[in-house]
């Protein structure tokens, strides 16, 4: 028996979820099986938005394949990353009796997709040391089996921590776990990292599922286009419990342009130079006084420590320059984490801490 069959929640073995007027495939130029207007709307009859759009766009689901390095029964579109982690939740884990694993500080959508699931989430906390903010995966691994959990979340690179997991040590994670539960690596920001996808791991073992997204390398966030990456058996049962319509037309045809090969050559070399301005951003941070830390990343933003984070949040708000405070999570009540930005938008952000010690002094 597969691990996705071990897994799936027992009352929806038999479950077909529903099925929308779009999905069969009819041929016809006279179409009244959807309850939809014969006209477009009057406000908008340019965008002639009247009918439903397909539950999974072909055109879309074969661009992200090939983009990814699947197959597109392999591959799940949705709305964001957020919606795949909500469809993992809803499939293999029973409200009120399963778990998952999660490495704080880390998404916070995973426990709160969890929570509002009634699904309990037990945390095996990164470990701070000089190497970085990083996950103890032997750790993970073993409450995944202490706990029976049915879920493991990996988020490389990590969200806020800027770890990146190397294929070779998530492979022998999925492979202690064979059977006992689903490997969930999170790749929302792997365009920006050195380490490789572990996508062509998927053939080898049906208890692995990667999300990927275009919000943040592709620049599509308010698009809300992600998808979910696993074995056949897997995305068919992540689709019975996926709602009828979840990509609006406009959002495919803007995604589908997104992949084009002009526009992701483009994308290449806007990530190329993201890269460079996160080592050099890193490097002027550090130089500051009041830094306490910068963490190396391998993500699109850093994870800063400071003397004052208070102060400097404040500072940079006066500045007009919005970062995220961590604070509130574990193990960051000094730290703050600072997207990268254009070169104007980096050399802002750090001018306005710069002139804030100098006032200070």
Known sequence: MSTVSALLRSDLRDFGGYRSARSDKLDGDVWLNANESPWANSGTPEADLRRYPSPQPQQLRDAL???YGAMPEQLLVGRGSDEAIDLLLRAFCMPGQD????????FGMYAVCARLH?????????IDSAAGLNAD??????AVIAHDARLLFLCSPGNPSGEAL?????????????????????EAYAEFSEQPSVVPLLDAHDNLAVLRTLSKAHAL????????IGSSEMIEALRRCQAPYPIPQPCVDVACAAVSVSALAATSERVRELCAERAWVAQALAELPGVRRVYASQGNFLLVRFDDAEAV?????????VVRDMRSQPQLGDALRIT????????????????AKVEAA
């Open 166 to 186: 190397s294929p070779a040590a998530i492979e022998r994670v999925t492979e202690r776990l064979r059977g006992r539960a689903i490997v969930v690596v999170d």
């Open 340 to 355: 990268i930005g254009s070169p104007q938008q980096n050399r802002r952000m750090l001018d306005a801490l710069a002139s």
């Open 137 to 142: 995966l032997d750790a993970m691994v073993d």
């Open 118 to 126: 009634g699904t309990a989430v037990i945390e095996v906390p990164l």
């Open 313 to 321: 949040f404040k500072r940079l708000l006066q500045a007009g320059v």
């Open 99 to 106: 778990r998952i694993v999660i490495a704080p500080p880390v």
């Open 221 to 228: 966030a308010a698009a809300r286009i992600g998808c979910v």
């Open 65 to 67: 394949a090939r983009l």
